[in-house]
């Protein structure tokens, strides 16, 4: 998959109402760890962040995590990692998970998923850097951010080639599509 070694999952610390969130977690883990791609991720071992890594881990996939000092309680910081880096900050570890990964998707999540995503998209938008980024919609759970990402093209506030630089999928087992 080209230059594409490592990629950084953004997903929620909770499990959400469907059991498709859950399911997509897993299938991405495991999709990594069998396409042999290091996963960066939050460092949790609880919601979706705990099921993402458990199943990277399972499938014998390397799996980093980057937590702050704050959240290690509260996220409970996954025991079984091949690493865990601790940060002072969020913002320190938004900024390693940046640093440790070739790309980003986001599963489902709330508002600190879609802030780390944002930020990545931004940051390729301002030319930073060349990575790819995109959102695994299961269940449709993306669907209204979509359509008020297309409405702000249409309203001009987004132009459609930044618009682009941010791929949405369905399938979560398909990573190969994601970096094409």
Known sequence: MGGIRSVCVYC?????????????AAA????????????????GSVGLM???????????????????????ERELAHRGLAELVVT??????????????????????GIGTLDELFEMWTWAQLGLHEKPCAMVNTAGYYDPL?????????????????????????EPGAVSEFFT
């Open 88 to 109: 002072e900050s969020m913002q320190e570890r938004k900024a390693k998970m940046a640093e440790l990964s070739d790309a980003f998707i986001a599963l489902p999540g």
């Open 28 to 43: 991405l883990g495991t999709a990594l760890a069998q396409e042999g791609l290091t996963l960066v991720y939050g460092g």
């Open 146 to 170: 979509v359509a008020f990402l297309d409405g702000a093209v249409r309203a001009g506030f987004l132009r459609p080639e930044v618009r682009s630089k941010l791929r949405v999928f369905v």
């Open 12 to 24: 929620g610390s909770r499990k959400g109402a469907s059991p498709d969130f859950a399911a997509a």
């Open 50 to 72: 705990g099921v993402l890594a458990d199943a990277a881990i399972a499938a014998g996939g390397r799996v980093v995590g980057v937590i702050p000092r704050i959240l290690m």
